[in-house]
DNA sequence: TTGTTATTGAGACTCATTCTCAATTAATAT
DNA sequence: ATATTAATTGAGAATGAGTCTCAATAACAA
């Protein structure tokens, strides 16, 4: 499970680093994602916390999202036609995802293997790799059936 | 050497098999990205298509991306704030990226071992990987070295 | 408490991309 | 060729995610 406190702290140190406070705004959209599994979008964010009878703006929301992509508590799926899609990676390990591009499903993996290999490639090319984003696109095993 | 003729001939067909039409506009931003080398962004496809005397509006230019994006003439390299960058991948051998978050600048590069991992990785998965985007963020060889 | 500076919110604004629709053009049938 | 049918185009309007403005407000330091 997630600490939270821990999140609020390190999030709180990034902020002071750059000269910036932890604003009870930034303290609702820091809890929001922590809370959420799974991939999400600045919008459904918004209303969420809305929902929740919170009351932060979407410039806010945005804004937040912006410092929480900084500082490493979030990362970027994909971009798509509707806007940019996020997922909360903060305390989480690192994986990589499959995209099916019939039914839409996503499947995250991790392989050791697929990591060290790609250290090997950027040393060749004297490159220091600090993050990587894979997209494999394809058919998952039930719409690759359903095709025949 | 890109094969235009070729190009133009698969571009047709592709288009034959959707109902669709090879237009002169269509034909002109083909033979266009056909001779790009390196990244480009539709607005200056555009002006570039502008400033060679012929005319094809910036509406046409956005749809027949779409079409090249559809039938695997281009490929999207990343979105950016500023908009979709594409690269003409066509008749040209797949390769992933390295980019360089201080200087921009793009690596591009194949390893034949990576893409039979991924391969092996999908099949574990019961996926039918279809084509993959890497892009590995991280600091060029020159960059490395001014940080010391 | 006070002063200083960062932050917020509402809505205006930006700008890439898509949409609208009448006029045009390509492919096909006559 | 010519008519018929359906796809395509262009100009500019529309869309919409994300950013910016700026007066009001809140966080922090002394």
Do not use: W
């Amino acid at each position: 499970m997630i600490d939270k406190n821990k999140g609020k702290k390190d999030f709180t140190n990034f902020l002071r680093e750059h000269g910036q406070r932890l604003t009870n705004e930034r303290s609702v959209v820091l809890n929001r994602i922590l809370s959420c599994t799974g991939h999400f979008d600045p919008d459904s964010l918004y209303l969420q916390i809305r929902q929740t009878g919170l009351k932060v703006s979407r410039a806010s929301v945005y804004r937040t999202l912006n410092l929480l992509h900084k500082s490493g508590f979030i990362s970027i799926v994909r971009k798509t036609e509707k806007g940019t899609i996020y997922e909360c990676v903060y305390g989480i390990k690192h994986h990589d995802h499959m995209h099916c591009n019939e039914c839409g499903k996503v499947i995250e993996f991790y392989s050791e293997e697929l990591e060290k290999l790609q250290e090997k490639i950027c040393e060749k090319q004297g490159f220091k790799g600090q993050s990587h984003t894979l997209e494999i696109r394809g058919y998952c095993a039930k719409c690759k059936k359903n095709m025949k």
